[in-house]
């Protein structure tokens, strides 16, 4: 198929792209390069994809005019959104662009689907969605009316529309709500990236909640695996939705919405020890209290997302993050 990928020059884009094109797939890779974080990470993803049937645009999803005509052009089969201002603490500092970026970006995103009549559109949607809900592990079928950062609730604000379009137009949606993903290539603002960078240099790391944190860590290898199944898994309307007792994850109309975690809540704490031995060195550790916008927990709760497509994220901590730390020692050519 033909398969636009947006934010392909991002984390979970750019492993994406990579195993759909393995796959025998056609990739349009989308990305505004933005400088949220060094964007010379982001270049050296995309030049890493060395593949004949991989393109790339330079573009902003905010550019309706140019995404109409990339769209145009291409007439993809399949749409994959990734491309978003993510950052749960950043949205606290700087709300505009998240609107921009997830809002603006996401209709533009949902116009060129139906204009181009896509015949599927997966998107990231985010575990951040379930916000003050306590109740674990985290369902689909739980309400998420209580958000606690602007991204959340833009996050939330995707999955609504995004069941307009299927409603208004068919168009089938399928929501990914993505669980703290980790591993190779990832973002320099991300908790295991950060640690590792500090720990080698002799830094103090930032340990929230002090250490009392439990988050759903999902190695990248199983969130690419679970999309790549789901293309050919399209969203379908449920026969037995019920406007009595509405299934927030289902509806009458083709959409759809996922938990992609590990199903495995680690605290934080175990988590930099992790590191500590895969490094050899000990943290120094600075506790501090919960920050604003942020979660104590997250857990994921997985059985629908193995009905469909038959698996689940299965990556240990000690193998997750023992490669992440193999892959930064050579991208920084550091030598143990």
């Not at 679970?226 to 509405?246: F, H, Q, Y």
């Not at 009458?252 to 809540?265: D, K, L, T, V």
Request: charged share 20%.
């Amino acid at each position: 198929m033909d398969i636009v990928v947006t934010g392909a020059a991002g984390f979970i884009g750019y492993h994406l792209s990579k195993k759909l094109l393995k796959l025998g797939h056609h990739v349009i890779g989308i990305d505004n390069l933005n400088d949220y974080y060094d964007v010379s990470l982001k270049i050296a993803r995309i030049n890493d994809i060395d593949d004949n049937n991989f393109t790339f645009h330079v573009l902003d999803i905010t550019d309706r005019e140019k995404l109409t005509t990339v769209f145009e052009e291409k007439t993809p089969d399949l749409v994959i959104h990734l491309a978003a201002q993510a950052g749960v603490r950043y949205s606290l500092e700087n709300p505009h662009i998240y609107i921009n970026s997830n809002i603006i970006g996401f209709m533009n995103i949902l116009e060129a689907c139906r204009a181009g009549q896509v015949s599927h559109l997966i998107y990231a949607s985010s575990s951040s969605v379930y916000g003050a809900n306590t109740s674990l592990p985290f369902k689909t079928s739980d309400n998420i009316d209580h958000p606690l950062s602007l991204y959340a609730a833009t996050k939330k604000a995707n999955e609504l529309m995004a069941h307009t379009y299927s409603s208004l137009y068919g168009l089938p949606t399928t929501g990914l709500r993505f669980f703290t993903v980790y591993g190779p290539w990832g973002r320099p603002d991300m908790a295991l990236f950060k640690f590792t960078k500090n720990i080698i240099e002799g830094k103090p790391i930032d340990v929230y909640n002090n250490g009392e944190m439990l988050r759903d860590f999902t190695y990248i290898d199983d969130i690419v695996e679970a999309i790549c199944r789901l293309v050919d898994s399209k969203a379908e309307p449920n026969v037995d939705w019920s406007g009595n007792n509405p299934d927030p994850a289902t509806s009458f109309a083709p959409y759809r919405i996922y938990n992609i975690g590990n199903n495995s809540p680690v605290k934080l704490l175990d988590f930099i020890e992790q590191i500590e031995e895969k490094l050899r060195i000990k943290a120094v550790k600075n506790f501090l209290p919960l920050q604003a916008g942020d979660v104590p927990a997250t857990y994921a709760e997985t059985n629908d997302l193995f009905t469909m497509i038959g698996f689940r994220p299965q990556t240990s901590i000690q193998e997750g993050v023992g490669k992440f730390i193999d892959w930064y020692l050579e991208y920084h050519n550091i030598i143990e």
